[in-house]
């Protein structure tokens, strides 16, 4: 029988964050304030390494992705897959060049423009995960 320490136990509570960002320093820069925030990061460079993420892992609980990616579809055709396989995961759209209308958003699905305000940002993803 293995002993888990609270620091482990600490581990496996901490909610997972997949950031999809297509742009290198974008996504450190996403990672390190998901991270400060409170949660574990995991990194995607396009909507298709996202899917295969979240195809591979159960515990994936907010989606942070930009809409402008190459690939096969970008961050809003994302969220949609996101809303149609994965239900339960929260989706945080983010873009420096589309404004995005709730209208066009799907259900349960939050826009930020670029820059974001990095508290607004870390509020609104604990909100999601019930601790805000």
């Given at each position: 029988m293995t002993?888990?320490t609270?620091?482990?136990?600490?581990d496996?509570?901490k909610?997972?964050?997949?950031?999809v960002e297509d742009?290198?320093?974008?996504?450190?820069m996403?990672?390190?304030?998901?991270?400060?925030?409170?949660f574990e990061?995991l990194?995607a460079?396009?909507?298709?390494?996202?899917?295969?993420?979240?195809?591979a892992?159960?515990d994936i609980r907010i989606?942070f992705t930009?809409?402008?990616?190459?690939g096969?579809m970008d961050?809003l055709?994302?969220a949609a897959?996101i809303?149609?396989?994965w239900?339960?995961?929260?989706?945080i759209l983010t873009?420096?060049?589309?404004?995005?209308s709730?209208?066009m958003?799907?259900?349960?699905?939050?826009?930020?423009?670029?820059?974001?305000?990095?508290m607004?940002?870390?509020a609104t993803?604990?909100?999601m995960?019930?601790?805000?």
């Open positions: 002993m888990v609270t620091a482990q136990a600490a496996f509570d909610l997972v964050v997949l950031v742009e290198p320093l974008l996504r450190m996403a990672v390190d304030l998901v991270e400060d925030a409170g990061a990194e460079a396009n909507a298709d390494q996202a899917v295969k993420l979240l195809e892992r159960r989606v930009d809409i402008d990616m190459p096969s961050g055709l994302l897959a809303r149609d396989r239900p339960p995961i929260e989706v873009s420096g060049h589309v404004h995005v709730e209208v958003l799907p259900e349960r699905c939050v826009f930020f423009s670029k820059p974001y305000d990095h607004r940002l870390a993803m604990r909100g995960a019930g601790q805000g």
